[in-house]
């Protein structure tokens, strides 16, 4: 492989350049993007180089319209080539994939996807129905034709995570998929593409998010009561912020038992509209972990 990556805008020049890593067999590392390239995709390159060694790290850079619902912003997504070829540059990326709609959807949408089950209708499936049905059925066309043994993802788009991973275990799919820690500006705005659709005042009021988050992650240690309390204290004093869900869940997206036992880890989602940019965030919790401390302290 070359020291810049090789832009592959086909599936035959895909199969062709990833070729003598396979004969060789070297590992190969994907990491799937819709393009717009930031920090966050940049620390998901670094992962998928630590993972997979001197075999080649592919990203994929398509913007999948079959996750796009009505009055969605498929047609305003940023699509920004250049820059992100300059991203994977830096990285070292081997391979950049960035196929036309038709090379990935031949003959028009499939007429074969992926059903994503049960945990699709919850947070952000209750607000974006048939969003999860296009990222697992295009996530499963990037994993045919790559053929990854690790593919990386970030854990911003939680929920996208565990339905990829479990997309990937029952299907049998044979690829690693690994969650990356979500890269935060300074202030602690999640990183994401959308965020270049806020201006100034509306970024300030976006901070909002992960503020109600670290909140949470703080009182959640007294409960989960103060640690939603904490939360949503956070999101009312931001008035430009739109709340659509503020939701506290097992790790694996499953409801908390009641009553929650001290100790618990527990995941702390929340989606919400600032101006017309829907933005989403999570951490993660451990639920009554002072009084957890506490009991332990009594037992010695």
Same mark, same amino acid.
Not at 55 to 84: C, H, I, K, M
Not at 118 to 127: I, M, Y
């Given at each position: 492989?070359?020291?810049?990556?090789?832009?592959?805008?086909?599936?035959?020049?895909?199969?062709?350049?990833?070729?003598?890593?396979?004969?060789?067999?070297?590992?190969?590392?994907?990491?799937?993007?819709?393009? %717009? &390239?930031?920090?966050?995709? $940049? =620390?998901?390159?670094?992962? +998928?180089?630590?993972? !997979? /060694?001197?075999?080649? #790290?592919?990203?994929?850079?398509?913007?999948?319209?079959?996750?796009?619902?009505?009055?969605?912003?498929?047609?305003?997504?940023?699509?920004?080539?250049?820059?992100?070829?300059?991203?994977?540059?830096?990285?070292?990326?081997?391979?950049?994939?960035?196929?036309?709609?038709?090379?990935?959807?031949?003959?028009?949408?499939?007429?074969?996807?992926?059903?994503?089950?049960?945990?699709?209708?919850?947070?952000?499936?209750?607000?974006?129905?048939?969003?999860?049905?296009?990222?697992?059925?295009?996530?499963?066309?990037?994993?045919?034709?790559?053929?990854?043994?690790?593919?990386?993802?970030?854990?911003?788009?939680?929920?996208?995570? %565990? &339905?990829?991973?479990?997309? $990937? =275990?029952?299907?049998?799919? +044979?690829?690693?998929? !690994? /969650?990356?820690?979500? #890269?935060?500006?300074?202030?602690?705005?999640?990183?994401?593409?959308?965020?270049?659709?806020?201006?100034?005042?509306?970024?300030?009021?976006?901070?909002?998010?992960?503020?109600?988050?670290?909140?949470?992650?703080?009182?959640?240690?007294?409960?989960?009561?103060?640690?939603?309390?904490?939360?949503?204290?956070?999101?009312?004093?931001?008035?430009?912020?739109?709340?659509?869900?503020?939701?506290?869940?097992?790790?694996?997206?499953?409801?908390?038992?009641?009553?929650?036992?001290?100790?618990?880890?527990?995941?702390?989602?929340?989606?919400?509209?600032?101006?017309?940019?829907?933005?989403?965030?999570?951490?993660?919790?451990?639920?009554?972990?002072?009084?957890?401390?506490?009991?332990?302290?009594?037992?010695?």
């Amino acid at each position: 492989m070359s020291d810049r990556p090789v832009l592959a805008p086909t599936r035959e020049e895909l199969s062709t350049l990833l070729a003598d890593a396979r004969r060789a067999g070297r590992p190969v590392g994907l990491v799937p993007t819709m393009g %717009a &390239l930031h920090e966050g995709h $940049a =620390a998901l390159m670094r992962e +998928a180089r630590a993972r !997979v /060694g001197d075999g080649p #790290v592919v990203v994929s850079v398509f913007v999948n319209p079959l996750q796009f619902g009505a009055g969605e912003d498929l047609d305003r997504y940023p699509r920004t080539l250049d820059a992100d070829l300059e991203v994977c540059a830096r990285e070292g990326v081997d391979v950049v994939f960035a196929p036309s709609v038709d090379e990935v959807y031949p003959g028009g949408d499939p007429q074969v996807t992926v059903e994503p089950g049960p945990l699709a209708s919850v947070l952000e499936g209750r607000s974006r129905p048939g969003h999860f049905r296009g990222v697992l059925t295009v996530v499963a066309k990037l994993f045919g034709l790559v053929r990854p043994d690790v593919a990386v993802f970030g854990q911003k788009d939680y929920q996208q995570l %565990a &339905l990829i991973r479990r997309m $990937a =275990a029952d299907l049998c799919l +044979a690829v690693d998929v !690994v /969650g990356a820690e979500t #890269v935060r500006e300074a202030g602690g705005l999640a990183l994401s593409s959308r965020n270049r659709y806020l201006d100034e005042e509306q970024r300030t009021e976006a901070l909002a998010l992960s503020r109600a988050l670290y909140a949470a992650q703080e009182a959640a240690a007294y409960g989960l009561a103060p640690a939603l309390d904490a939360a949503r204290a956070e999101l009312r004093a931001a008035k430009a912020v739109d709340l659509d869900y503020l939701e506290v869940t097992t790790p694996d997206l499953e409801p908390l038992p009641d009553p929650v036992p001290p100790g618990t880890e527990a995941r702390v989602l929340v989606a919400a509209r600032v101006g017309s940019t829907r933005l989403i965030d999570n951490m993660a919790l451990r639920i009554g972990a002072a009084t957890d401390d506490r009991d332990q302290q009594g037992e010695r």
